[in-house]
Each structure stands twice: as C-alpha cells, then as structure tokens.
C-alpha cells in the first residue's frame, strides 16, 4: 500500500516520541526504580515500533524493539538499572533520532545499527557490555553495508563510481555531524569540503551543495568521496575541523545500492493493528495524546499566512488615511470597523505562530549531563517556565545563544565538587534556565550558583586589550563591568577548552540577540553565582512603532525602546566633553542629531526656539534623538533592507507606510551604543 499520505504523521509523531524517551531517560537516571518512568518510556518505545513497522522502515522497528525488550525486562525486575546501561540506551536513541531525521530529508531511514544491537541484546542477556568493536570488524562489517543517507544516484554518477571501483580507487560514504552549538555551520562544511577536495573527489552530497552553504540542514550532511587514501587518514583529516561530533565512514557498493533501491519499491509486512490506527488517526486529523480539536499545519503555510496579512495592514493604513483626508462618515465609520477586526486578526495569527519556548529547552537537559560528565562536575539544571510562547522567528534564532550561556555557565560557573566543598557549598551545583512574559517581552534568564564574575580580573583584562582606559574604571557601575565580558575577543579562561572559549566570545551572543531587538544584561557575585537576562520582543513581523519627521523624511523609532518624548527648550540643552546634553529627570542624557546621522539635508527654515526629543533607553543607558517633529504612533510591517544594505547604520528595516512611502525603521540600540 502507498504510505507516502501518512509521512507527515509518522515523522511528526515520532519526534514526539523521541522527545519522550530522552526525558524520560534523564529521569530514569535519578529515580531508577520509579515504575511510572519504565512504563512510559515502555509504551513510546512499542508505539515507535509499531509505527515505524507499520510505514516499512525495518531498521527503527527492530531497534525499539530490542529497547522494548530492555524495558519489559527493568518492569520484571529482570534487569537493574546502571550508569553504563543509560549511557548505551541515550546511545540508541541518538541512532533512532538520526534515522528519523533522514526520514525527514527524503530518504529510507536505513543505517548500519549493528555495534548498538549488540550492546542492547547484552544489557538484554544480562551481560556485561561487550567492548569497542575491533578495527578490522568494523571493516568487514562496512564493506558489507550501502549507502544509508543519500536518496538517489544519477546514471552518470554510478558510472563514475563503477569505473572508480575499477581501476583501484575507494568508493566511501561519509556522514559527518557537526556539533548541536556550532555557530557557523556553513564554514565548517565548506572546510570539510576543502579537506576531502584535496584527498579525492566528492560525487554527490546530500542536501545539496547550495543547501548547504545556506545552513539549509541541521547537524549531519552526506556524501560520496572517491579517494586512494585509506579510511582512518580521512576520517582523521576530517576531524581535525573543529566543532566536528562524529564521522562515519562506509565502503559504497555500486551493486549493493541497486539491489536495496528496487527492495525499497516495495512495501514490507506491516503489523495490521498499527496499520490501522495510523489511518485512523490521518483520516480524523488526530494525532496521538491530541484531541479532536487540534490539528498539524505546515509552519509554511502560516508564514504565507502572516505575508498577506502583513499586506492588509499596509492597505489598512492607506484607508485610515484617505478616510481621515475625506472626512466622510461612513467611509471612517467602515475603516473603524475594519480596523478592529483585522486588528482582532492580527491577535489570532500572531498566536498561531507562537510556539512553546520548550522546544529549544527540551534540548539542553542532554547536553548537560554530557558536559558535566566530561568536565567531572555534578550539574542540576533546574527548567522553569518552559510552555512560555514565542513567535516562531526569535525560537529559530535563541537557541545558539543559549546554547553559548549555557556551556559558559557549566564550565567557567560551576565549580568542581571538590571546589564547591572546599567553599562550603553543596557538591552538586544548579543552574537555572527560566523563562517568562512581561508585557510585549519575553525574558529569558540563565542563573547559576557558581564562582561568579571576578571583577578584578575582568578589569584588568579590558586593560590588556585596550576595550577601557585607567580613566574611565571609576565610572563604571558593577554592571556595566560585568558587561566588558561581551566585548569582542573578551575572554578570562586560563586556558582553551572544547566547552567555552573556542574563538567564538560572549560578543556574538549579544549581537545575536540584539539582531532579534532584544537586549541582555549581566549581574553577579563573586561566589556566589551569575544571572544573564535576556529580553525579547514577542513578535518580529508587525511592531509598534512613533513615526517622527526629519526635514521630509519619515522615520519609525520602535516604541519599546522608547520612554518619553518631549520638547524642550534649547536653553536646557547643556554642553559636556564637547557634546550636548539635557537633564532629564535627574541624570545626564547625551543627544543625537537624526538629521547628522542620517546626512538629511535641512530645507526647512525652522528657527524655533524648541526641539523636539525621543528619549529611548537600552539597558541602563539613555539617549534623546533629537527629530523635527512627532508623527503620532502607528502599527507597521517590518521589512528587510536585503542583502545589500546590511551595514547601513543604526537602521534596522524599513516599513510602507499607507500612503505608499517608505519609512526607515531606526535601530535605537546601535545609536546608544
């Protein structure tokens, strides 16, 4: 039967499961006697199976099957439960997670699982876990195997292959997976490419060679390299890139790869209960644990859907426009009301792109734990806050950065069990990820109970690379030093490691944020922990904004960085340091000059005594821009000024305002800075 109407379903579905059995397992570690835990991870994993039998794809089938197996013995107090055996299970649904990713990029899910089997049916046996497989039997067991991720070969390129055989030069498959925080992950593909360029010829890769320079993938990408050299050197070679997690390489088979794509065209034996309750639950529009209320959509189709609303608010402003020129009732009477239902609209599609900040948390419990492991330190990350929603935009970018914090936290915060005894503290220490709404923000903080920020030291660093000068340490308030850390090329550790202090600072953590119109703000006691907070703006697409006025230009200055406005005489306006200055409220406030800035030529006579000031606020600096005159407040679509205008300054898009003219979208943070 054609299982291709329920893919969507089954790779939907098992990820879910997937997230199950990693959560689960994390528990299991602390409390391995908790009955509801075995039996939860039970059920995903014979749902897993009975899906993935159900769909054709062996592989996933027979390996849940075994982790079924393991869980039915732990039920029966057949087996104990031990740190290897979690290490080996973690194992297992790291390969049951690659196969379903493969899955997702179009291919059969198929991959070589033989070494894990083994280690299950010895947990199974009751064994002790068999060592690392020698090197000629992974040999042997390679050549054996076939291309496992990439879709399909043209007859070109098996021809190639075929002659490549022929005349004594290595057909191999490679799979290469990129660490889940690497930051550039098409440079360190590039690099791959540029090594293996050098030792042979790359055939084919999967996702495409443009996929991949646009980081169109996720962490592993495949290829097929012909190459005299042997496997070992390569894949040596290969791993001297950095932030490079695994390499895996196979022996390809011409022969083989023919033999297994016409099996492939032909469904296997299914398990006919799981059969049914797939079709089930496609043809209601259920997924399991949801209720009939709910349905899956396409993140796409709501990304089309928020486009042409986007549009509807530019036309929404045009008609409010006109109606306020003509001044006829029911035209304004009309616009009124549209406003209100399409600002009603808006509510109900912004929320429909709003997704649980769970999804980029659910995955730090994991990394945790192996970082703590490798670093000999007890970690507890404590989550809170994790069914907090964000657009879908800012949950796409937010995850490198925490990844980042959270990393610095484990190894440059939490001190060793030793240490923290030492200091009077628990062996074990905490960090706490917690997130929560605050108005039209989100924040995000990541505290620990670690060493803290030395200052002293932090100080006498920013000396070193020149980022202060002796002069200006006294006017620095605790905050402001603890923020020098994010300065570029800052860095306190002693010494590089693989956690932190990779080249890649603090730096690019806040510019990642502050792309995204958030900001991120420091505080910390020595010994006695830091907290990082970050706050971000719900939505990216339609913000609010003051529209403001230089000479007969029209500028957006983003209402959430705005504080007041005001207009003020010019004998309030004070020089210091050769720059103008007003008092507001108490404190020293430098000023701005938008039409300075932005070189806008002055055709007005305006020889009023009076300006007109925007005070805007990022962190605990202030500024007023000085413009001609307030416009008034306004909704606005937020657009990109594309890939050639990415470094005009202190402007962060543009917006099509209803009479069809363009404002530019002012970005505060940079003109503070």
């Given at each position: ?273 799981e059969l049914k309750q797939v079709e089930k639950e496609k043809q209601t529009g259920k997924a399991t644990n949801s209720t009939s209320k709910t349905i899956r959509v396409n993140i796409d189709r709501l990304d ?30 009309t616009v009124e009301r549209m406003s209100r239902v399409s600002g009603n609209l808006q509510n109900i599609i912004l929320t429909m792109r709003m997704v649980p900040i769970d999804q980029v948390f659910s995955r ?13 330190k007890d970690i507890e990350l404590e989550i809170i806050g994790a069914d907090t929603e964000l657009d879908r935009t800012v949950i796409d970018e937010i995850g490198d950065p925490l990844v980042h914090l959270l ?267």
């Open positions: 039967m054609d299982t291709a109407q329920y893919m969507d379903v089954f790779i939907d579905e098992s990820t879910e499961h997937l997230e199950v059995l990693y959560k689960k397992l994390l528990d299991l570690e602390k409390n391995p006697n908790e009955k509801s835990i075995i039996d939860e991870i039970f059920r995903a994993a014979h749902t897993l199976k009975g899906m993935s039998a159900t769909m054709g794809f062996q592989d996933i089938a027979n390996l849940t099957h075994k982790l079924e197996n393991i869980f039915d013995g732990i039920r029966y107090e057949k087996i104990a439960v031990n740190p290897n055996m979690i290490d080996t299970l973690f194992e297992t649904v790291d390969s049951l997670n690659a196969m379903v990713e493969n899955i997702s990029n179009g291919s059969n899910g198929a991959r070589e699982v033989g070494p894990i089997s083994a280690k299950l049916e010895a947990i199974e046996n009751g064994d002790s876990l068999p060592p690392a497989v020698a090197t000629t039997e992974v040999e042997e067991q390679v050549i054996s195997s076939n291309l496992q991720t990439i879709p399909s070969l043209d007859e070109f390129e098996l021809s190639i292959l075929n002659e490549s055989s022929e005349r004594g030069f290595s057909n191999y498959e490679i799979t290469v997976t990129l660490r889940e925080d690497c930051l550039l992950k098409g440079a360190r593909v590039f690099m791959v490419f540029e090594v293996l360029e050098k030792i042979g010829e790359v055939i084919r890769s999967e996702p495409s060679v443009s996929d991949l320079e646009e980081e169109n993938f996720d962490v592993s990408f495949s290829l097929i390299l012909v190459s005299e050299q042997p496997e070992a050197e390569i894949k040596e070679k290969i791993l001297k890139v950095s932030e490079i997690e695994q390499v895996s390489i196979n022996h390809f088979s011409v022969a083989k790869f023919i033999e297994n794509k016409q099996q492939k065209e032909t469904v296997p034996a299914v398990e006919q209960s089309v859907l928020m486009n042409l609303f986007e549009e509807l608010v530019i036309d929404r402003g045009r008609l409010e426009q006109i109606a306020g020129e003509l001044q006829h009732h029911d035209l304004q009477e730090f419990p994991r990394m945790i734990r192996n970082l703590a492991r490798e670093l000999q990393r610095n936290a484990i190894d440059h915060g939490i001190e060793t069990p030793q240490v923290r005894r030492e200091k009077g503290k628990p062996e074990q220490g905490t960090i706490k990820l917690e997130a929560y709404h605050s108005g039209n923000h989100v924040f995000i903080e990541i505290s620990d109970d670690g060493a803290g920020i030395n200052k002293e030291k932090v100080l006498s660093k920013a000396l070193t690379n020149g980022i202060i000068t002796e002069s200006e340490i006294d006017t620095l308030t605790d905050q402001q030093i603890y923020e020098l850390i994010m300065s570029s090329g800052f860095s306190t550790a002693e010494k590089i490691s693989d956690i932190s202090g990779r080249g890649v600072g603090l730096d690019v953590v806040k510019n990642t944020i502050e792309s995204l119109g958030g900001s991120i703000s420091i505080d910390s006691s020595l010994n006695e922990g830091s907290i990082f907070s970050i706050q971000l703006p719900l939505t990216l697409s339609i913000i609010s904004v003051l529209l403001v006025e230089l000479d007969n230009e029209k500028y957006a200055i983003p209402l959430s960085s705005i504080i007041e406005t005001a207009i003020m005489h010019k004998d309030q306006i004070l020089s210091a340091h050769n720059k103008h200055v007003i008092d507001f409220r108490g404190e020293v406030v430098p000023l701005a000059y938008l039409k300075d800035i932005f070189s806008v030529l002055d055709s007005s006579q305006n020889n009023s005594d009076y300006v007109s000031v925007v005070i805007v606020k990022k962190g605990d600096k202030m500024a007023g821009l000085v413009v001609d005159s307030f416009i008034g407040q306004q909704e606005v679509v937020l657009k990109s000024l594309g890939n050639y205008l990415t470094n005009a300054f202190a402007i962060s898009g543009a917006t099509i305002l209803g009479d069809g003219e363009v404002a530019l979208i002012i970005d505060s943070n940079a003109l503070i800075k």
